[in-house]
């Protein structure tokens, strides 16, 4: 699906972390979201590698990547500690300064990177989020029915485990089935990817971890940072689907202009899934924003 790129795998502090690199031009850092892979990428790669270097990867918990051993306090799954993957992998390829384009929670870990590694983040594209902490502490019960994956994975174990590994690609197609379009957005070929990452063992713990992570320690990191008055300070372009749950229950650009210093954004003809349902307008937004 991405022919023309590398595989590689980069291991830090023990977590062997996998990804493919492809392209010319300035570093751009691609994220995905759950229950996916970097296979999200296949249809906006190919155009955009004529002119980025582009390095995608896949977030620990999800795709080729390990599934670390969880942690009382879930910092395993910090969006924090996978902010340091992210970096570890572009000082890997040599890669100091770079933009980032990320998509539901690779955007999550895309906000907490830019917010922890200023330095290192020059501009950031977001799809399909608000801040995680204003969707928590604002959430409606119209996002608890469209998003009721937040509140199932965050159980504790080992039950929303064990009902995901009685069959994990029945999870994969009925939670992204279940969203605006169904599945016919998604290539066969990338259906199976993510079908047959969610099959690898430890799947369905680092899920859980990720999305209890982002109830607990993430949203403790998030309130520090207002506490101390951080925020972004990088160009910061937000693009969200209107026929999404995300820009129907939460006004977007008020809740990242709360975060950020300069931003901008709109709502694309799709719903959640931007880079597969989207694909040609979400290029058009990534040649005109990414220097």
């Known amino acids: 699906m991405q022919s023309g790129f590398i595989s590689f795998h980069v ?15 300035a570093p751009l850092l691609l994220l995905h979201g759950h ?23 896949d977030l620990r918990g999800y795709g080729d990547s390990d599934r670390p051993a969880p942690d009382a306090e879930h910092l395993a799954y910090s969006k924090r500690e996978m902010a340091s993957d992210a970096m570890a992998v572009m000082a890997h390829h040599g890669f100091e300064r770079f933009q980032v384009l990320a998509h ?23 799809l399909d989020i608000a801040p995680t902490l204003a969707m928590y502490e604002r959430t409606s019960e119209a996002f608890a029915r469209a998003y009721w994956h937040w509140f199932f994975l965050i159980q504790p174990p080992p039950l929303p485990e064990a009902l995901i590994e009685s069959d994990p690609a029945r999870y994969v197609r009925s939670l992204m089935g279940s969203r605006h379009a169904g599945l016919a957005p998604f290539a066969p070929e990338a259906l199976a990817e993510y079908e047959r990452c969610a099959a690898i063992p430890g799947f369905a713990r680092g899920i859980c971890e990720d999305y209890r992570a982002s109830a607990t320690i993430d949203l403790e990191h998030d309130r520090a940072d207002i506490a101390a008055g951080l925020r972004l300070a990088q160009p910061l372009r ?19 202009r709360e975060r950020a210093d300069q931003v901008s954004g709109a709502a694309l003809p799709c719903g959640h899934y931007i880079p597969e349902e989207a694909s040609e307008v979400l290029t058009e937004e990534a040649l005109r924003f990414f220097i």
């Open 11 to 25: 291991s830090r502090d023990g977590v062997r972390l996998h990804g493919r690199i492809g392209g010319q031009g």
């Open 35 to 57: 229950p996916q892979t970097l296979a999200i990428w296949h249809r906006v790669a190919p155009v955009l590698a004529a002119r980025f270097t582009l390095v995608m990867m």
């Open 104 to 126: 539901d929670r690779g955007a999550r870990v895309a906000h907490r990177l830019a917010a922890d590694h200023p330095q290192a983040v020059e501009r950031l594209m977001l």
């Open 238 to 256: 937000v693009l969200w689907g209107q026929h999404g749950a995300v820009g129907r229950c939460f006004d977007v650009l008020s809740l990242w």
